[in-house]
């Protein structure tokens, strides 16, 4: 069975958390990929920044429901949840909009595994980590081109 070192690709482009936001589209766009690992100072992986994290800073904020009840406001949603998407849209850097609990695989992870994670939680882009170094990255392309050979 196929797995994680037989389909990924192993020449990483990666950016930096003070990677400028504004770039970040131009990158993706010009290497054809959806997104890539965020490595701090020693190389380790922080983070994981994709399309979808450029494209909420497009989308607008859903301010949660409030109802005024007996001199108390009531809120229905997250302030927290709110807070961090007024992060995400005004953030300039790879930190501000990069995920920071990602998942990962390693070189041995079963095929079938990583297309699992990829659907049920819905991620687009899988570091690849030997211990704590990155060794290489998975996205859909990377499963969709194995499965077309």
Not at 114 to 121: F, G, N, R, W, Y
């Amino acid at each position: 069975m196929l797995c994680a070192k037989d389909i990924m690709t192993k020449n990483v482009i990666t950016v930096t958390p003070d990677f400028a936001v504004d770039k970040l589209a131009s990158l993706l766009w010009e290497k054809e990929i959806s997104g890539a690992p965020v490595i701090d100072a020693e190389g380790l992986v922080i983070g994981v920044v994709t399309e979808s994290d450029l494209i909420d800073q497009t989308k607008k904020i859903h301010i949660p429901t409030m109802i005024s009840f007996l001199d108390s406001v009531i809120m229905f949603g997250s302030a927290e949840k709110v807070e961090k998407e007024i992060g995400k849209i005004t953030g300039t850097t790879v930190s501000d909009i990069c995920t920071k609990k990602f998942i990962s695989v390693n070189e041995d992870t079963p095929l079938d595994e990583i297309a699992t994670i990829m659907a049920e939680k819905a991620v687009h882009t899988l570091p690849v980590l030997a211990g704590q170094q990155l060794v290489g990255v998975i996205g859909k392309k990377d499963i969709i081109k194995t499965l077309a050979k």
